[in-house]
């Protein structure tokens, strides 16, 4: 049974940062390409950043210079680091792994900014 779950939510003020970790399991984390999505109060769920197993990264243009997308083979986990965030980043944070065309998403934490 495949299991992503998420770390690191909670509040945190504008200027600050913030580290989140998806710890999975139930996969073969060396063929999966994982990734981040947030989903904000009345919008469309979004790629923050995705990593593949090669270590190729991708980030939406918002958070390019400000978030950093990185894996650990050893402990099948993938982190967010979040630098300099701002309030418009406030939003569910869903940890995402694709493994042989089928996608996985973790259960989401709440990331809250405050100006």
């Known amino acids: 049974q495949v299991q992503l779950v998420e770390s690191g939510g909670g509040l945190v003020q504008a200027g600050g940062s913030q580290r989140l970790s998806c710890a999975a399991s139930?996969?073969?984390?060396?063929?999966?390409?994982m990734g981040w999505y947030r989903q904000a109060p009345g919008k469309q769920r979004e790629l923050v950043a995705l990593?593949?197993?090669?270590?190729?990264?991708n980030y939406v243009d918002s958070v390019k210079g400000r978030f950093t997308i990185s894996r650990d083979k050893a402990k099948n986990t993938v982190y967010l680091q979040m630098n300099s965030l701002k309030p418009e980043d406030t939003a569910v944070y869903y940890c995402?792994?694709?493994?042989?065309?089928?996608?996985?998403w973790g259960q989401g934490t709440q990331v809250t900014v405050s100006s």
């Open positions: 995402n792994a694709v493994m042989v065309s089928t996608v996985y």
């Open positions: 139930g996969i073969v984390f060396s063929v999966t390409t």
């Open positions: 990593i593949t197993t090669n270590g190729y990264t």
